[in-house]
């Protein structure tokens, strides 16, 4: 089995800055394509940044220029650096990835269960 658990989201005040994380834990032979996700309340699930394996990454209309993604492949650990935070940006976080488990098999996608960043003054 394979887990992905995201840590960091916290009640941050507007202007603030937050710094994410994503490791992937169980049984992995390689970790691939990683990404953050976020949903506010009432809204559906919108893309925040996409980062490939190579550590190429893209990102959401939301989050350009605010963001930075990045991963340590040698910890199976992806981060989301997230600054001038507005209440627009109060959402849950999910992290996603690509993940094999064993030589020579496919890759699964996988989804974590959410950290909830809720900017606030």
């Known amino acids: 089995q394979v887990q992905l658990v995201e840590s960091g989201g916290d009640l941050v005040q507007p202007g603030g800055s937050l710094r994410l994380s994503c490791t992937a834990v169980?049984?992995?032979?390689?970790?691939?394509?990683m990404s953050w996700h976020r949903q506010a309340p009432g809204k559906e699930r919108e893309l925040v940044a996409i980062?490939?394996?190579?550590?190429?990454?893209n990102y959401g209309a939301s989050a350009k220029g605010r963001s930075t993604v990045s991963r340590d492949n040698t910890k199976d650990t992806m981060y989301l650096q997230m600054n001038s935070l507005e209440p627009e940006d109060t959402a849950v976080y999910y992290c996603?990835?690509?993940?094999?488990?064993?030589?020579?098999?496919?890759?699964?996608?996988?989804w974590g269960k959410g950290t909830r960043v809720t900017v606030s003054s």
């Open positions: 980062i490939t394996r190579n550590s190429d990454s």
């Open positions: 996603n990835a690509d993940v094999s488990r064993y030589v020579g098999t496919s890759s699964r996608n996988y």
């Open positions: 169980g049984v992995i032979y390689k970790v691939y394509t």
